[in-house]
């Protein structure tokens, strides 16, 4: 990733518990993802173009929640 730590935070949404995934959006050009409930275990990097596509069709309501 970077020599910077990444930032990690979960959405002001999250409220089950702890059972969300956490992003760190400080690192150029990607964007990690982890599970909050496993902080020192693996994260995913997703390029950041990717990421903002991703987020778009989720507030677009573009996925079937079924």
Do not use: Q
Not at 19 to 34: F, Q, S
């Amino acid at each position: 990733m970077t020599t910077d730590s990444p930032r990690w935070f979960k959405s002001s949404y999250s409220s089950n518990g702890g059972n969300c995934v956490e992003v760190a959006a400080n690192v150029p050009g990607i964007v990690p993802v982890r599970d909050s409930k496993d902080p020192h275990g693996p994260a995913l990097a997703f390029p950041a173009a990717s990421w903002r596509s991703f987020v778009a069709e989720v507030k677009g309501n573009s996925f079937d929640a079924a």
